[in-house]
Each structure stands twice: as C-alpha cells, then as structure tokens.
C-alpha cells in the first residue's frame, strides 16, 4: 500500500513538473519571435528612411550664382557711351519691364549731323535677363546657357541681312558669341553687331550698329566690332559688382548650351530696330517663373 501510494506520488510529480515546462518553452519562443519581427521592421524603416533621403537631397536644385541685376542705364561708363554713341550719350532710355529683378534693357541713339555731308547714325541697347533655379526645369545656370543658345541662334536668322557672319568670343563672360551682317533700309546700310554673352545666370545681349546717312560712308565693321566686345565686357562686369564680385570679364567655365524651349522671342527683333533710327529692345523671354508674362 505504502509503495502503491509513492508510485502515485512519483508518477504526479513527473506530470506536473511535464505540465509547467510547457508554458515557460512558449514564453520564451514567443519573445524569440517578437524580438526578430520588430529588428527586421526597424531594418526596414530605417532604410527606407534613409532611400527617402537620398531622393530628396538628389531633387535640391542649386541656387542660382547672382540674385540680382544692375541698372541698364548705368551699365556702361560715361567714357563708353561718348565713344559710341557721341551725340547720344545721355540719351538713355529704360525699356519697360514687369520684374526689374530679372529682365531690364536700355538703348541710347545717336545723330551726328554734318548738313550736306551727310551724316553718322549709331545705335546701343543692351539687354539683361536672369535666370533662377527651378526644382522642375534646372539650375539657373542651365537655363541661362539655353536661351543663350537659342538667342545666338536667332541674331544669325534676320531677314534681309546680308554678309551674316558668327564667331565665339573669349574673355566675355563664361561664353559669348558675336554675330555681324549688313541690313539695307532707305536711310542707308546698317552694320550690325550683337553680341550675346552669359555669365553664370545671367545673359547679356549688346546690340550696335551705325550708318553713314545722306551720302556719308558706313562706319567700318571692324570699328564697330571693336566697341560691341568692349561694350559686352563692361555690361558682364557691371552683373559681377552688383552681386557683389570682382573682375568677371572671363568669370566661370561652364558651356553647356543647348537650344531653350523657354526662349519665348528672336533677338533678331531687337537687333533691327537700331535701323529705324533709335528704336527700343526685345524684352521678352521666360527667366524665371516670377517673370514668365511676355512684355
């Protein structure tokens, strides 16, 4: 009976100790699992933190390089206006624009009338449109150097100019192009010269011509040449000193141009106009968004 009843005893033990093995094995398998599930989700929220990251820091677009523009009129010195336009050299006339901020122009006209022999005409306008950086179309050095493009491309397409030639230019801005012919009106042969110039953001246009009228000799083209370079220079310098820069004469290397859907008008509008005795300048084109209406 003794035996009978510790065999029992025994037989009970065993059962029970059995019985609380079993919770203690399923706790600790149950932490095992949550632990391993929360690591592989941690993994993958910090990775896709991190990819989320990436991304946006690759769509930052650069700041454009100069937040701002000179006076048109006060492009130029004193000196250089007297030499190029010597009748005319205070003369300047603003051309309207709707953001100062990122598009200006200004034109002078000169006069110098000599009676029966005849007499000398000369036309300056300088036009200056900024670029700013855009998150969807690019840097605004990029846009720049587009419509640059596309505006030298169209000072070569002018209707009725004859001896149409185009060279690049060295030493202007980071690059230029130079783009010279002859337009016949009734007064006389106008002899062109554009040089379309960007630095960094900013492209700068130089527009002259001259003319002998009543019988006077045309101005030489190598003459007239001369002065745009000289003109073009001063306007790119007066982009870098109203930004708060030094010499900018030859300033960055970047020449990637490439033709601009944004380039809403033809310089060949404006390059023209010198003909009609003093008219104004094409102040049209799409630099930024807060200047995207046509004047």
């Known amino acids: 009976m003794h035996r009978s009843v510790q ?24 932490c095992s699992s949550d632990s391993g599930g929360s690591g592989d989700d941690a993994k993958k929220d910090s990775g896709a933190s991190a990819s989320s990251s990436a991304t946006e820091a690759a769509a930052v677009v650069k700041e454009a390089t100069y937040a701002k523009l000179p006076e048109p009129c006060k492009v130029f010195a004193s000196k250089t206006l007297k030499e190029l336009v010597p009748e005319g050299a205070k003369s300047g006339k603003e051309g309207k624009s709707e953001d100062i901020g990122t598009r200006g122009n200004c034109s002078w006209d000169s006069l110098d009338n000599k009676g029966v022999k005849g007499s000398q005409f000369r036309w300056l306008n300088v036009s200056l449109l900024r670029f700013e950086s855009d998150q969807s179309r690019g840097t605004g050095e990029k846009l720049a150097s587009e419509y640059y493009a596309k505006h030298a491309e169209d000072a070569r397409a002018v209707e009725d100019a004859k001896n149409i030639k185009s060279q690049p230019v060295s030493g202007t801005g980071n690059e230029a192009t130079l783009v010279t012919y002859d337009l016949k009106k009734k007064e006389g042969t106008f002899r062109q010269q554009t040089l379309v110039t960007r630095v960094e953001n900013v492209v700068v246009t130089v527009d002259y011509n001259g003319a002998g009228l009543a019988g006077d000799d045309s101005p030489k083209a190598a003459d007239l040449t001369k ?69």
């Open 7 to 30: 065999r029992h005893r025994q037989r009970l033990t065993r059962i029970l100790a059995g019985a609380a093995a079993v919770p203690v094995m399923l706790v600790a398998s149950g």
């Open 227 to 295: 002065s745009a370079e000289k003109a073009a220079k001063e306007a790119v310098q007066a982009v870098v000193t109203a930004n708060g820069g030094g010499d900018g004469a030859g300033a960055g290397s970047d020449t990637d141009a490439s033709p601009s859907k944004s380039a809403s008008k033809s310089a060949s509008k404006s390059s023209g106009k010198g003909s009609d005795l003093g008219g104004g300048s094409d102040d049209s084109a799409s630099p930024s968004k807060s200047a995207t209406k046509k004047d």
